[in-house]
């Protein structure tokens, strides 16, 4: 029989000190996306020009959420899309099929957001002003 254990090796510990130390890293990784990704910096200024345009053409609460969860969700894609491509790049930056693949993918999942995103807000802005 195997012994099962409670600890963990996880370098951000357990508990609620654990829910700090990953907020602190998220913290980090919302810099490093800001820093190194200007996609990234493109999509937050869009969604800062749209953040408060969504308050205006929102037809109810749940519109309202619609709009806003479009714009966090196509920074969340970047933002994968963005740790994806660095770990593929520390791996290698010679040409790759399957990291070439995966590169693909990441930004197949952006586009996806981007469509999301435009469907979304073309169906607010045509029902407000239409």
Request: with cysteine; hydrophobic share 55%.
């Amino acid at each position: 029989m195997t012994k099962h254990t409670t600890e963990t090796n996880k370098p951000n510990g357990q508990g609620v000190a654990r829910i700090f130390k990953a907020t602190y890293c998220s913290f980090k990784g919302f810099k490093a996306a800001f820093n190194y990704e200007s996609a990234f910096r493109q999509e937050l200024l869009l969604t800062l020009m749209l953040l408060p345009l969504a308050f205006y053409v929102a037809q109810s609460r749940l519109h309202l959420l619609a709009l806003i969860a479009s714009l966090l969700f196509l920074l969340f894609a970047e933002i994968i899309n963005s740790a994806l491509e660095a770990l593929a790049d520390k791996i290698t930056l010679e040409h790759d099929e399957l990291i070439g693949r995966a590169k693909d993918l990441g930004s197949s999942g952006v586009f996806i957001a981007l469509t999301l995103l435009a469907m979304i807000w073309a169906e607010a802005l045509f029902t407000k002003f239409f």
